[in-house]
């Protein structure tokens, strides 16, 4: 505790020990913490921001609050700054010379600046994956640890702005060191009545399955992050400054003090240690850090001068360490802080679904993104000056920001997000192609593929496959770390007649005239007719050619094509696993029977809208807009004029049956049950939503069945952990239900389910993006699917995508479903929710007048990048080139404790020979952001009051015993981080 020791106070060194309660000190300590909140875009984009750019919108420049606060601070060693967002960091340090270089490496060193949270930005924490937080912090944290060194580490999360705050992301800070957690967003009545109980303060046991060794102390500001109310001294305030010549008119000192000094002791009574943190800042703060310093060097003065308090420049971490001294026992935490309302008709829960789009395309460059790094790593790296996927990674950790991949940004920022999105992935998609070309080569002398890819495939846009005659080549990449025998491949054709090979052996396929609704979105940038629909097998970390040729080329079995049929009768298709049943009433979906469990569901799964609220009513103002979502009432309208009634056409063959459903103009869908698989796909269009009837529209997809809940459904925390959820309540205190309908919608990333216990039966549904959803009745599940606004919110601009054609933006997006038994289904949507977050990469390559065997003659067909699979419970989740001879290696068990009998066990993976291309020398673990060992830490132990949580798992708290430091024991729901010295065991190659 040094820091807390040397730290405590500025210039009262009679005070030096006030941290320590056992010394009886009586004046309360005030820690006064100097920051600005740079938001990575939000009404101006990123490089506006950093430049001061388009002050036309939000005076802001970050480069001028670094030069600012650098300049103040070298002229006062006791002033303190803290500093958060390294996407800005990195751009101004990259600009310095070397004498300002080393200020500033003196004002780390000495304490004054000091990082905390340490992330490429504050990211979000409802619409974020795991995966890309992760790498996004991993930006940060190990760009300061190469410049400043591991020492100076941050030990702070610091979450002062998102809107809400997940059980996921307090287990990932306390894996990446962190010893505290403050945030300033939680729900207005929570905050009231912790207030009032005095947990402002706690420690937060996020995960069930990890328990203690995940639990962080977490810490909820008192008026949000700004000061107290008339102490901001910024340029951009008009409160009164210290005036404190009494020769000159106005003088104020002991009028300011007293404000404060009243301020900091009814903060006080609120808290359960002699000390508080006052944040002095707010948003773009300090661009004339003269202003502050100059302020906030006599508020200090005068307050201690007046002895009731003791005020004193501070940061989070030494705060944290004189709260830690204090030797308190603090309640626990074991849910989440969703969701977040500020007030009664206020619920924040709109910008789980804000921007649809720009979501999935986030999650999309995250497989992608992953797929580059594996790929760099096994073929040996990118080397200097040559395409990477580093582009890619930059803009995905810009993406995860709390104002990006939540839709909550201006409509140009979002188009800047888009656009360095695809910058980046059109660079990482040409390593990734150059790369295989690479691998594939048999002979130097081998002529280069020329390998594309399509990133419409979506929509049926592939100019490869559509316009090569039925000659071309598939390499499907399969990025997990298990032969995948069923992966579905989908792209478009201009011919019915064609025949699909794989090495020597003719594959199962099928061709289907492409739906009406893609025709209709896509418009004439496709001219293709026809989908060819088959499935691929595919090694561990490796890829499989599959040749697309016509029927008349070579010899084989041609593909059926399959017609679709109007149904107007009841149907029920079958795929060997499931039954599923078409309504004829109303031509839904409704009966599904999983045969081998005889589980099974009734249910009505349809599209509807609730009308957004445009403010105009007595009980608030609010609207519906970005953030929050407030509809007119409970009620929901129906997406068509006829019932709601679908219209259906049925495609059956060998590989998949296929039902399009059309609901209306703006609202499609079709169901795909693949022959064998485990789960029903839902494909839907939604859009352009029509707003005409000057009514905002909220569209959903709602699943009604019989089972029985009681009240209760699940959902994920950033795609890892299930959250309970309880219909009209919250866990932690007595709820005021104001808003039932927005009040009871969660955040879902990958996945939400619902029991019925009596039954055995498990409901789930995986998404392919960040959505949110509720259960507001028993039996039932909706889920929002797109929002089209027509009312101004904060941001000076209502939620009105156009899209490209300015008729409205169409999103399209995959649910897939599963009705198994309780104990089968985890099993089922762990796998199913690993495939969704990293789907195989389809590359393609022009076959021309090419047979499969003269391609094989120069080229290898197929490659395995893992010696052998993974266990069935083990997600490779990083596999990063950092050297030549050293990759980044982050290993994570998928499952809960008590979610699989078998597959929630403990399990040991030997990496020694793991991988393909190369030998496993040594390992040192890390902390989860890769940016110091593991042995190098050791976090704060804080005292807690007993809860009621059940019993760990028998394996949690046992001593890890690893006989052999690269055979790796995970334990439920861990993850662990490893830098890896290895031998390569071929020559690398440049590409």
């Not at 945030?183 to 046991?205: C, G, H, L, P, S």
């Not at 990674?393 to 104002?403: G, S």
């Not at 949580?949 to 394996?955: A, Q, T």
Request: charged share 20%; hydrophobic share 35%.
């Amino acid at each position: 505790m040094e820091s807390c020791g040397r730290f405590c106070v500025a210039a009262l060194c009679v005070l030096l020990t006030v941290c320590y309660p056992e010394m009886n000190c009586e004046p309360l300590n005030v820690h006064l913490i100097p920051h600005t909140h740079d938001d990575v875009g939000w009404l101006k984009t990123v490089d506006q921001y950093y430049y001061g750019a388009n002050n036309s919108i939000q005076h802001a420049g970050v480069q001028y609050i670094l030069d600012s606060v650098i300049d103040e601070l070298s002229k006062d060693p006791y002033r303190t700054f803290i500093y958060v967002e390294m996407a800005f960091f990195t751009r101004w340090w990259k600009e310095q010379t070397d004498s300002k270089k080393a200020i500033v490496k003196q004002l780390v060193e000495g304490g004054q600046l000091e990082f905390v949270n340490g992330g490429w930005c504050m990211n979000d924490e409802a619409a974020t994956d795991y995966n890309a937080i992760v790498d996004q912090m991993t930006e940060g944290l190990r760009f300061i640890t190469d410049t400043f060194g591991s020492q100076y580490r941050p030990r702070i999360g610091w979450h002062i702005d998102p809107f809400g705050h997940s059980s996921e992301q307090a287990s990932m800070f306390a894996m990446m060191g962190f010893d505290a957690f403050y945030f300033a967003r939680i729900d207005y009545d929570d905050k009231a009545n912790r207030i009032d109980r005095k947990t402002m303060e706690m420690v937060w046991r996020g995960s069930p399955s990890l328990v203690e060794s995940t639990q962080i102390f977490t810490g909820v500001l008192y008026d949000h992050y700004t000061p107290p109310n008339g102490f901001c001294f910024d340029q951009l305030c008009s409160d009164p400054p210290m005036q404190d010549d009494k020769d000159l008119f106005d003088y104020n000192v002991e009028e300011r003090v007293s404000q404060f000094i009243s301020a900091c002791l009814e903060q006080a009574q609120h808290y359960r240690t002699n000390n508080i943190m006052l944040p002095m800042g707010s948003d773009f703060q300090y661009e004339n850090a003269n202003m502050w310093y100059k302020n906030l060097d006599k508020l200090i003065h005068y307050v201690n001068k007046n002895g009731s308090i003791n005020a004193f420049y501070s940061t989070p971490t030494r705060y944290t360490d004189c709260v830690y001294k204090a030797n308190q026992t603090w309640s626990v935490k074991l849910d989440d802080f969703f969701p977040y309302a500020s007030a009664p008709q206020s619920y924040w829960t709109g910008y789980y679904t804000s921007r649809p789009a720009l979501k999935g395309y986030v999650r999309y460059n995250n497989a992608l993104l992953q797929v580059g790094k594996q790929i760099e790593a096994m073929h040996g790296g990118y080397y200097d000056n040559n395409p990477s996927c580093d582009k890619l990674a930059k803009a995905m950790a810009v993406a995860q920001h709390h104002d990006a991949v939540s839709g909550t940004e201006k409509q140009h920022v979002a188009d800047d997000y888009a656009k360095r999105l695809h910058i980046g992935q059109t660079e990482c998609e040409y390593v990734i192609n150059q790369a295989i070309d690479d691998m594939a080569k048999k002979y130097n002398g081998s002529s280069t593929l020329q390998l594309e890819s399509c990133e419409y495939l979506n929509i049926s846009i592939c100019p490869i496959s559509s316009d090569s005659n039925n000659q071309f080549d598939i390499i499907v990449y399969n990025p997990r770390g298990y032969t995948d025998e069923r992966v579905v491949v989908r792209v478009p054709i201009s011919n019915p007649d064609v025949l699909v090979q794989e090495a020597n052996n003719n594959v199962t396929c099928q061709v289907l005239p492409i739906s009406e609704s893609t025709i209709n979105v896509r418009r004439d940038r496709g001219s293709a007719l026809y989908t060819l629909v088959f499935f691929a097998t595919v090694p561990p970390l490796g890829y499989n050619t599959y040749f697309v040729r016509p029927s008349d080329m070579i010899s084989g079995t041609k593909c059926t094509y399959s017609e679709p049929v109007l149904i107007t009768d009841n149907t029920v298709v079958s795929n060997g696993v499931y039954e599923m049943k078409i309504e004829k009433a109303n031509g839904h979906l409704g009966r599904i029977v999983h045969k081998k469990s005889g589980s099974f569901v009734n249910m009505n799964q349809q599209f509807l809208w609730y009308w957004a609220s445009d403010g105009h009513n007595k009980e608030s103002s609010q609207t519906s807009n970005a953030y929050v979502f407030r509809p007119n009432s409970s009620f929901t309208y129906n997406v068509n004029d006829d019932g709601n009634i679908a219209v259906n056409h049925l495609i059956q063959g060998p590989v998949v049956q296929e039902i399009r459903q059309e609901f209306s103009s703006f609202a499609s869908q079709d169901i795909r049950l693949y022959n064998g698989s485990a789960h029903i796909e839902l494909e839907y269009t939604i859009g352009p939503v029509p707003f005409q009837d000057g009514k905002g529209k909220e569209v959903i997809t709602r699943y009604d069945t019989d089972l029985e809940t009681d009240k209760q459904w699940y959902t994920d925390a950033n795609g890892r952990e299930m959250q309970i959820r309880i219909r009209d309540s919250r866990q932690t205190w007595v709820w005021k239900n104001t808003a039932p309908v927005a009040g009871n919608y969660y955040p879902i990333n990958s996945r939400i389910y619902m029991r019925d216990e009596n039954r055995n039966t498990q409901f789930t549904v995986l998404t392919d993006r960040s959505h949110g959803g509720s259960s507001l009745t028993d039996g039932s599940l909706e889920l929002m699917l797109h929002r089209r606004l027509i009312h101004d919110d904060s941001i000076g601009e209502h939620l009105n995508e156009t899209g490209q054609f300015g008729e409205g933006i169409v999103v399209r997006g995959t649910h897939l479903l599963v009705v198994n038994s309780i104990e089968n289904s985890a099993q089922i949507h762990r796998e199913l929710g690993e495939k969704m977050l990293l789907p195989a990469a389809l590359i393609f390559h022009r076959g021309a007048g090419e047979t499969p065997d003269e391609y094989k003659e120069s080229y290898n067909t197929d490659y395995k990048g893992l010696q052998h699979e993974l266990p069935g419970n083990v997600h490779l989740l990083t596999l990063q080139y950092i050297l030549p001879n050293v990759v980044l290696l982050r290993l994570e068990h998928q499952y809960e404790i008590r979610e699989d009998k078998i597959l929630s066990e403990p399990v040991t993976v030997n990496i020694e020979y793991l991988f393909t291309n190369f030998k496993v020398n040594s390992c040192v673990e890390l902390l989860l952001g890769g940016n110091e060992k593991l042995s190098n830490v050791e976090r704060l132990k804080w005292k807690t009051l007993p809860t009621d949580e059940s019993e760990p798992h028998e394996m949690i708290n046992k001593r890890r015993i690893e006989v052999d430091v690269l055979s790796i024991i995970l334990n439920p729901m861990e993850i662990r981080t490893f830098s890896c010295d290895i031998t390569r065991y071929t020559k690398l190659n440049k590409y």
